[in-house]
């Protein structure tokens, strides 16, 4: 059963860049050619996708974000990874890494998910 | 872009039927059939509850559907229950490679 669990500080200070992992098992990213996506969730608000990635390295991004944004793959680690710089209060949220169902790969179709991380941005 | 627009809440009785709107404009919802639902539990990830505007994945009850009409997609859960009780939320392709979520609904089963 294939596996996602996010890692990464839970406090940010702002103005600094937001590094997050996202850790696969129970399944290759390079040997299955799904988009691999970051979606965050604000306290008490809704869902936004933030991008996603192919195991090829090429990545796809918000455009509310997309200058701020670097979303890459580690495939010997069986990894990718999230960047956001230039953090706000604005960015405070629990981060989500997630794949799409089986067989639509490059679908926004978000069917395995990890438990997700809280990342606080203050001073 | 703008999220898609959820009615913040809606509520049913046990057993009861209960429609959940999700509207959005001929550049996602209207433009494409990549709409979905994901169930959101407190504390939780949120579920996939139904992809490609009616389709279920393994294991998701048929008391949920979706349908879609224009820019409007809808979630319908039917036989309301208690562990229905959740936010939901939808989600449509919006144009290369993006995706983009509505608010969310508080669903409450009175």
């Known amino acids: 059963q294939l596996q996602l669990r996010e890692s990464g500080p839970g406090l940010v200070k702002p103005s600094q860049t937001l590094s997050l992992t996202c850790t696969v098992s129970?399944?290759?990213?390079?040997?299955?050619?799904?988009?691999w996506a970051w979606i965050r969730q604000s306290p008490g608000k809704g869902l936004q996708w933030i991008g996603n990635v192919y195991y090829s390295g090429s990545a796809y991004y918000n455009p509310s974000l997309k200058s701020r944004v670097t979303i890459s793959v580690d495939a010997s680690k069986n990894q990718f990874s999230l960047k956001l710089s230039s953090v706000t209060a604005a960015d405070t949220a629990v981060y989500y890494c997630?794949?799409?169902?089986?067989?639509?790969?490059?679908?926004?179709?978000?069917?395995?998910w990890g438990q997700g991380t809280r990342v606080t941005v203050s001073s | 872009q703008s999220a898609l627009t959820q009615p913040p809440s809606a509520s049913g009785s046990p057993g009861q039927s209960v429609t959940i709107s999700c509207t959005g404009t001929?550049?996602?919802?209207?433009?494409?059939?990549?709409v979905s639902w994901y169930q959101q539990h407190p504390g939780k990830a949120p579920k996939l509850m139904i992809y490609e505007v009616g389709k279920r994945p393994s294991g998701v009850l048929d008391r949920f559907s979706g349908s879609k009409s224009g820019n409007t997609a809808s979630l319908t859960v039917s036989g309301l229950q208690a562990e229905d009780e959740a936010d939901y939320y939808c989600s449509s392709y919006a144009d290369t490679n993006n995706w983009v979520f509505g608010g969310g609904t508080k669903l409450t089963v009175l």
């Open positions: 129970g399944g290759s990213i390079s040997s299955s050619s799904y988009y």
């Open positions: 997630a794949r799409p169902l089986d067989f639509y790969n490059s679908s926004g179709y978000y069917y395995y």
């Open positions: 001929s550049s996602d919802v209207g433009g494409s059939n990549y």
